[in-house]
């Protein structure tokens, strides 16, 4: 299983990115995909993860701003950023859930600026 994730980059606070996740390999469409970040010294933390259903959780940070979806028969994960932060600032991780087992995606960075 690879991911592969894209859309990250500066933008000024107040403004707007959307993240693009592709999943590629043996995968099945009732897996958990998500976005997860990470700033340096800080563990990484939940943003968002949305079930095969469809049915988003989102960390309360993102809550009204954030928007997770998925697209099954491309096996891709979005992510809709809206009234980005300075503290939104981070690398951004795409991960596809089985159970117990996790795949990781590279991560992308997102810096807003103030």
């Known amino acids: 299983v690879q991911l592969q994730a894209s859309g990250g980059g500066l933008v000024q606070a107040g403004g707007s990115l959307r993240l693009s996740c592709a999943a590629s390999?043996?995968?099945?469409?009732?897996?958990?995909m998500g976005w997860y970040r990470q700033v340096p010294g800080k563990q990484r933390g939940l943003v968002a993860t949305i079930t095969g259903g469809g049915n988003p959780i989102y960390a309360d940070s993102v809550k009204g701003r954030f928007t997770i979806s998925r697209d099954n028969a491309k096996n891709t994960v979005y992510l809709q950023m809206n009234s980005l932060k300075p503290e939104d600032t981070a690398v951004y991780y795409c991960?596809?859930?089985?159970?117990?087992?996790?795949?990781w995606g590279k991560g992308t960075q997102v810096t807003v600026s103030s």
């Open positions: 991960n596809l859930a089985s159970g117990p087992v996790n795949y």
């Open positions: 390999g043996k995968i099945f469409s009732s897996w958990t």
